[in-house]
Nanobody
């Protein structure tokens, strides 16, 4: 079993920045693809960004150039740096690990509003 714990969400004004963190309970980055998803009310959960063990990253078109995913292997932590935030980025953000099994975190709320 793997536990994923997200943190870093909150309320921010449009144009602001936030950094989300996802701490894994053990070292899994060599065998799992790590990703951030989000789900806004009334919408399906969607992929925001993911990162593979070699560092290859993928982003949704809507966040390219504004969000950056990274990982710290020593801390078993994945980050999502979000800049130039827009109201449409408002959602619950979930950390995901995909590999031999699939794990989700509990989610962290991000609200972009003036």
């Amino acid at each position: 079993q793997v536990q994923l714990v997200e943190s870093g969400g909150g309320l921010v004004q449009p144009g602001g920045s936030l950094r989300l963190s996802c701490a894994a309970s053990r070292s899994i980055f060599e065998t799992y693809i790590m990703g951030w998803y989000r789900q806004a009310p009334g919408n399906q959960r969607e992929l925001v960004a993911r990162i593979m063990s070699g560092g290859t990253t993928t982003y949704a078109d809507s966040v390219k150039g504004r969000f950056t995913i990274s990982m710290d292997n020593a801390k078993n932590t994945v980050y999502l740096q979000m800049t130039s935030l827009k109201p449409e980025d408002t959602a619950v953000y979930y950390c995901n690990a995909r590999g031999p099994a699939r794990y989700w975190g509990q989610g962290t709320q991000v609200t972009v509003s003036s």
